[in-house]
């Protein structure tokens, strides 16, 4: 992805600001790329319809696949 | 190096097991053995970050003692072993291969080195790892990168870099290395040798530093599924400490290692494992579909499945991991970000910048995922792929993209918490291993054992180790 796509430097600062994190210009011009790519990944994650899908943040070990 | 030397280090688990049980052998003198081909050859692959000798040597011969008087404790008995260094071990310093934990020294044993210890196993040190089980082979984070015993010019994939290298290397008979995406199978792949990711709640997480909750599993990495099999019945089963942990009970998993795959049912989701995608090496491919013909000449009966949420798993796996990551290592980010190594920091950072709704809905596509893999699983047995979409690449070719620009063919299994073992099944034209990997049910560790070791029994890669 070209430079001059995806998020905007100043607004990739923003979100790492709100993140408590103080990074210098350098760092967030080299986090861009890495950002790009997994905001495009995410946007797939989005397409999907899961109505009204339950989330299980915790996991558990003990599921059954016949059930 | 002598050749008792080489012989004694090459010996399988299974095999010093017996010697060590009807006294044949010392554990003194294997150990020793271990700790002097550690000196001979870890200067080049850097893959131990911590060698214990004076105390590996103790606990041998108190492992001597032992069996001498008749209190044999079973086949890790005065084995010698070493674990990735994110593995508490009391008074034994942890570091996770980052200046951040440079001088951790835990006061309390993980529930598995605990475990392995009550085994009679032998302590012979700690393994190098890519940083907080993350990142890459990033020579920033201030420790030593292990190399690949194969070609030293490649990685020897990670997480657990150095339990591949030493296991491959015989310079342990068989490590525990962890995973959240494919941190146990990627090595156990890029070495050549054998690696289980447990199914989630089987194996204790408590004492291992964690990188993400709700993916992590701890497996054992070994040169054969037998051996395998031995470290798994040490450390699995019901922990009070972890709070995944399944009280499920514990088969015996050596009584699983029947060589005949008759019966069993393995699925292929060609659609994504074996893409027309650019990003997935065509010679990868061709070793693998040759080892899925061969499990059918044993006598499996192989299947094409379609699992259609698996193209969301690339997506979701990150940024679950990634969150997870951010929450534990916030305070140290935001506080002394310089002790991170630089391919950490801007990963662990990249989890900062997801929304909760993406986290949410991560887990969200993950409950699909799971659920499709469980229908699957009604119709076969197995699932089997290549374990990793590409040979190792070599460390001038890695960099903190690298992971994330090629399709992961093990995360997916971290999501479902399925087991999944990885298993050699052959070399690149270049001589770079390449491995075959096996998922199954849940807590059905004894099918994917049985279907490795039958391959393994017929293939034999076990009898070519690499040229160091």
Same mark, same amino acid.
């Given at each position: 992805?070209?430079?001059?796509?995806?998020?905007?430097?100043?607004?990739?600062?923003?979100?790492?600001?709100?993140?408590?994190?103080?990074?210098?210009? +350098?760092?967030? !011009?080299?986090?861009? @790329?890495?950002? #790009?790519?997994? &905001?495009?990944?995410?946007?797939?994650?989005?397409?999907?319809?899961?109505?009204?899908? +339950?989330?299980? !943040?915790?996991?558990? @070990?003990?599921? #059954?696949?016949? &059930? | 190096?002598?050749?008792?030397?080489?012989?004694?280090?090459?010996?399988?688990?299974?095999?010093?097991?017996?010697?060590?049980?009807?006294?044949?052998?010392?554990?003194?003198?294997?150990?020793?053995?271990?700790?002097?081909?550690?000196?001979?050859?870890?200067?080049?692959?850097?893959?131990?970050?911590?060698?214990?000798?004076?105390?590996?040597?103790?606990?041998?011969?108190?492992?001597?003692?032992?069996?001498?008087?008749?209190?044999?404790?079973?086949?890790?008995?005065?084995?010698?072993?070493?674990?990735?260094?994110?593995?508490?071990?009391?008074?034994?310093?942890?570091?996770?291969?980052?200046?951040?934990?440079?001088?951790?020294?835990?006061?309390?044993?993980?529930?598995?080195?605990?475990?392995?210890?009550?085994?009679?196993?032998?302590?012979?040190?700690?393994?190098?790892?890519?940083?907080?089980?993350?990142?890459?082979?990033?020579?920033?984070?201030?420790?030593?990168?292990?190399?690949?015993?194969?070609?030293?010019?490649?990685?020897?994939?990670?997480?657990?870099?150095?339990?591949?290298?030493?296991?491959?290397?015989?310079?342990?008979?068989?490590?525990?290395?962890?995973?959240?995406?494919?941190?146990?199978?990627?090595?156990?792949?890029?070495?050549?040798?054998?690696?289980?990711?447990?199914?989630?709640?089987?194996?204790?997480?408590?004492?291992?530093?964690?990188?993400?909750?709700?993916?992590?599993?701890?497996?054992?990495?070994?040169?054969?599924?037998?051996?395998?099999?031995?470290?798994?019945?040490?450390?699995?089963?019901?922990?009070?400490?972890?709070?995944?942990?399944?009280?499920?009970?514990?088969?015996?998993?050596?009584?699983?290692?029947?060589?005949?795959?008759?019966?069993?049912?393995?699925?292929?989701?060609?659609?994504?494992?074996?893409?027309?995608?650019?990003?997935?090496?065509?010679?990868?491919?061709?070793?693998?579909?040759?080892?899925?013909?061969?499990?059918?000449?044993?006598?499996?009966?192989?299947?094409?499945?379609?699992?259609?949420?698996?193209?969301?798993?690339?997506?979701?796996?990150?940024?679950?991991?990634?969150?997870?990551?951010?929450?534990?290592?916030?305070?140290?980010?935001?506080?002394?970000?310089?002790?991170?190594?630089?391919?950490?920091?801007?990963?662990?950072?990249?989890?900062?910048?997801?929304?909760?709704?993406?986290?949410?809905?991560?887990?969200?596509?993950?409950?699909?995922?799971?659920?499709?893999?469980?229908?699957?699983?009604?119709?076969?047995?197995?699932?089997?792929?290549?374990?990793?979409?590409?040979?190792?690449?070599?460390?001038?070719?890695?960099?903190?993209?690298?992971?994330?620009?090629?399709?992961?063919?093990?995360?997916?299994?971290?999501?479902?918490?399925?087991?999944?073992?990885?298993?050699?099944?052959?070399?690149?034209?270049?001589?770079?291993?390449?491995?075959?990997?096996?998922?199954?049910?849940?807590?059905?560790?004894?099918?994917?054992?049985?279907?490795?070791?039958?391959?393994?029994?017929?293939?034999?890669?076990?009898?070519?180790?690499?040229?160091?």
């Amino acid at each position: 992805m070209p430079e001059s796509e995806g998020i905007a430097v100043e607004q990739l600062r923003g979100l790492a600001e709100r993140a408590g994190l103080m990074m210098k210009h +350098d760092e967030v !011009v080299a986090l861009k @790329p890495m950002f #790009d790519h997994y &905001a495009k990944q995410i946007k797939l994650l989005f397409e999907i319809d899961l109505d009204a899908e +339950d989330m299980a !943040v915790v996991y558990s @070990p003990n599921w #059954d696949p016949q &059930a | 190096m002598t050749q008792t030397q080489t012989e004694l280090c090459y010996l399988t688990i299974r095999e010093a097991g017996r010697l060590l049980q009807s006294r044949k052998l010392s554990p003194v003198e294997l150990t020793r053995a271990f700790l002097q081909r550690i000196e001979q050859l870890d200067g080049t692959l850097q893959s131990y970050i911590t060698v214990l000798g004076e105390r590996a040597l103790s606990e041998a011969r108190h492992a001597e003692a032992e069996i001498l008087r008749g209190d044999y404790r079973g086949p890790l008995h005065g084995v010698p072993i070493a674990l990735k260094d994110l593995y508490d071990t009391q008074g034994i310093r942890t570091t996770a291969s980052s200046r951040v934990m440079a001088n951790r020294v835990p006061a309390e044993d993980a529930t598995t080195t605990a475990r392995l210890a009550a085994a009679g196993s032998i302590l012979l040190g700690k393994l190098a790892m890519h940083e907080f089980a993350l990142g890459g082979p990033d020579p920033t984070c201030g420790f030593p990168l292990a190399r690949n015993p194969w070609n030293l010019g490649h990685i020897p994939g990670g997480s657990s870099s150095g339990s591949g290298a030493a296991v491959a290397a015989g310079l342990c008979m068989g490590s525990l290395g962890s995973c959240t995406g494919g941190s146990i199978r990627g090595p156990a792949s890029y070495c050549s040798i054998v690696g289980l990711k447990p199914t989630y709640g089987r194996v204790s997480r408590y004492g291992v530093v964690p990188l993400s909750w709700t993916l992590d599993h701890c497996g054992p990495m070994t040169w054969t599924v037998e051996d395998t099999a031995i470290m798994l019945q040490a450390i699995a089963g019901y922990d009070p400490k972890d709070p995944t942990s399944s009280r499920a009970p514990v088969p015996d998993y050596a009584a699983s290692l029947i060589e005949d795959v008759h019966g069993l049912t393995v699925g292929v989701p060609r659609h994504f494992f074996f893409a027309d995608d650019p990003n997935i090496s065509p010679e990868t491919l061709a070793v693998v579909e040759t080892a899925l013909k061969k499990l059918q000449d044993l006598g499996a009966q192989v299947v094409e499945v379609k699992i259609p949420s698996l193209r969301y798993a690339g997506a979701a796996q990150p940024v679950i991991m990634l969150s997870e990551a951010f929450t534990y290592h916030a305070r140290n980010l935001r506080s002394k970000p310089e002790e991170f190594g630089d391919m950490v920091r801007a990963r662990f950072r990249t989890g900062a910048l997801f929304s909760s709704a993406e986290y949410v809905q991560a887990q969200r596509v993950r409950n699909v995922i799971k659920r499709e893999f469980a229908n699957v699983l009604q119709r076969v047995d197995l699932i089997a792929s290549p374990t990793m979409s590409n040979p190792p690449p070599e460390f001038k070719h890695v960099d903190v993209m690298t992971t994330a620009r090629v399709p992961s063919f093990t995360g997916p299994y971290n999501l479902t918490g399925m087991p999944a073992i990885s298993v050699p099944c052959g070399f690149t034209a270049k001589g770079l291993p390449i491995g075959l990997q096996l998922a199954g049910k849940p807590f059905d560790e004894p099918t994917v054992l049985r279907a490795a070791y039958t391959f393994q029994q017929h293939v034999r890669l076990f009898e070519k180790r690499p040229p160091v």
